[in-house]
């Protein structure tokens, strides 16, 4: 009895056999709109680079007031607004590599003889900027302090009271969120976040709205202490945070506490979806 032939693959041939060369190209063929939907989707996907800087290797002397609280930062008068009100900028101040600036402060200190915050000085470091934010790394830690200054003290800024919310994003490092690293957010920063916040740099919440407009939150404990060792298991996860939220200037600040901290998932997923459970 008659039985076809079943072709047979032989690797060092020339030739292939019909059969295995025509499904061999039928399956190719079926996987090229497969391979370009996921390309497409890929880019999309992919966040554009930002404005941040990092003026790396670029001293700046800036003169204004050391301030405490919130967290270390130097108070800058930029004039009067309209009715005459004054206007502040507020430098964040962070260390060399992945720690706060409390440590060079204290060497400051030691230096000038005398207690700095409260005072108008002078300090040199890198500048780190990005969307309305500024950071100064004090690069040459208490050799930052360049004297005090001859402006004037400014110590006293009220803060506004925006009441109890709830707000959604990723809690970053300010240091790396803002100009040293590009992304410096995300699950592929997650390790180098959690080093910075774990050395003293202040936990910052990154969130943005339907309209892609940013806003920025310094964390603290409900009594205005830090809370960085209680966040670092949320670091670089889309988060929900409770809290009452301050203005002061140019900046957020919600005092919160870690029971107000739950996670949301990927944002793809679940970014139309309710916040969590009361």
């Not at 590009?182 to 969130?207: E, M, N, Q, W």
């Not at 945070?241 to 029971?259: C, E, F, P, R």
Request: with cysteine.
């Amino acid at each position: 009895m008659n039985t076809p032939k079943d072709n047979f693959f032989i690797g060092w041939s020339d030739k292939t056999p019909s059969g295995y060369a025509k499904k061999t190209r039928l399956f190719i063929l079926s996987l090229l709109p497969i391979l370009l939907i996921a390309a497409l989707a890929f880019v999309n996907s992919q966040k554009p680079l930002n404005n941040a800087a990092f003026e790396f290797g670029t001293l700046t002397t800036v003169e204004g007031t050391l301030i405490e609280k919130p967290v270390p930062m130097l108070r800058l008068f930029m004039g009067n607004d309209l009715q005459s009100e004054p206007v502040f900028q507020h430098l964040m101040l962070v260390d060399v590599v992945k720690f706060g600036a409390e440590k060079a402060i204290g060497e400051m200190e030691k230096i000038a003889g005398e207690s700095l915050y409260g005072k108008a000085i002078k300090l040199q470091g890198t500048l780190i900027y990005y969307n309305g934010k500024t950071v100064l790394e004090l690069t040459e830690e208490g050799n930052a302090f360049q004297g005090l200054s001859e402006q004037k003290a400014h110590r006293v800024l009220a803060h506004e009271d925006k009441g109890m919310t709830k707000l959604r994003g990723e809690i970053v490092d300010p240091k790396c969120f803002f100009g040293v690293m590009k992304p410096g957010d995300g699950k592929t920063h997650k390790s180098c976040a959690v080093r910075c916040l774990s050395g003293g740099i202040p936990a910052v919440l990154a969130t943005e709205n339907k309209d892609r407009q940013q806003a920025y939150y310094i964390l603290l404990g409900e009594d205005g202490q830090s809370i960085n060792p209680d966040l670092l298991d949320f670091t670089a996860d889309h988060i929900q945070i409770s809290g009452k939220v301050h203005q002061m200037a140019d900046w957020n600040i919600l005092y919160t506490n870690v029971g107000q901290v739950c996670r949301l998932g990927p944002k793809w997923l679940f970014k139309d979806m309710p916040l969590c459970a009361e």
